[in-house]
């Protein structure tokens, strides 16, 4: 049997790593494996705390970057008992990659809001709470809209996180200005991008808004396959046109011109039974009553 190079001793190392076998990556290392930053990124996923013990045994640190400069903690947020592991070896919850990264060899930053918005987006509440006691801080990063924007499903399972969130302070339409050229609006515009209909429900029940420049254009790219939340939409749409900015839509429809006055409203009402009247129009005019 040929002695391995190298190359040999790095390609093993990664199928042991990724594969969650402590006892053969000792051994590798021990041979001369070189830890890189695709062996701590697979490791990170291994979701075996004795794989990276015997990593940093050998060298490597727990804020070392991995690909793109991420950290194996903003990695494992999913794991709450390999989360807890890294704290207690020194983790910072507030490093991780750049915004504007430099491909796979970028360094990580100290005021990053990866590992922030991975546990908004993945992690369980408990997990932000470790976080959190171990001095993550939540205004360098965009959690609400991470939350908002994750692709786990169902999407209902965010709304405890998005909850607690909510409890701890933070605005419910808070723009992501943190994310500089990156700004795509509030948390409410993400849960729309995302197709998280249920986010999208829990938000508006909640007084959560559009940015004022996005709800059109959201409205109108919105998927035809998606027709529940498009009549959400449409409802959101019809009480901002029918309370926010004036019942002009309506009432030019409805109301001859010489009755145009401050009874709109309760006359329009009045109409709920109308058969002409549309969906939208009944959602509109079946809530409560109020002028602005």
């Not at 021990?30 to 050998?58: F, M, N, W």
């Not at 940015?211 to 959201?218: E, G, I, N, T, V």
Request: proline letters at 5%.
């Amino acid at each position: 049997m040929r002695e391995m190079n190298q190359q040999d001793l790095r390609d093993n190392l990664l199928t042991a790593a990724s594969g969650g076998k402590p006892s053969v990556v000792r051994y590798l290392l021990e041979k001369g494996a070189p830890i890189d930053r695709q062996v701590t990124y697979y490791a990170s996923k291994s979701g075996c705390v004795e794989v990276l013990q015997a990593l940093q045994d050998h060298g490597w640190k727990v804020n070392d970057p991995t690909i793109s400069g991420t950290t194996v903690l903003a990695l494992a947020v999913e794991d709450e008992h390999m989360v807890r592991w890294l704290l207690s070896q020194g983790a910072d919850p507030n490093r991780g990659a750049p915004l504007i990264g430099k491909g796979a060899v970028a360094e990580s930053v100290p005021d990053s809001m990866d590992v922030i918005n991975a546990a908004a987006a993945k992690a369980s509440v408990a997990v932000m709470e470790l976080l959190i006691s171990h001095g993550a801080r939540l205004g360098q990063a965009t959690p609400l809209h991470a939350a908002a924007w994750s692709n786990l499903k169902p999407d209902s399972d965010r709304i405890p996180m998005i909850e607690f969130l909510l409890r701890t302070g933070l605005d419910i339409n808070c723009v992501d200005h943190v994310r500089g050229p990156y700004c795509r609006g509030r948390p409410l515009d993400y849960a729309v991008m995302a197709e998280n209909t249920r986010i999208v429900e829990y938000l508006l029940e909640r007084g959560a808004t559009f940015h004022p420049k996005s709800f059109w254009s959201l409205r109108k790219e919105l998927p035809a396959r998606n027709r529940e939340l498009a009549g959400i939409l449409d409802r959101y749409a019809g009480f901002q046109e029918g309370f926010g900015f004036g019942i002009a839509p309506v009432v030019r429809r409805y109301v001859p011109r010489h009755q145009r006055s401050d009874s709109d409203v309760l006359w329009l009402h009045g109409r709920l039974e109308d058969t002409r009247l549309s969906v939208a129009e009944k959602l509109i005019l079946d809530m409560p009553l109020q002028r602005t």
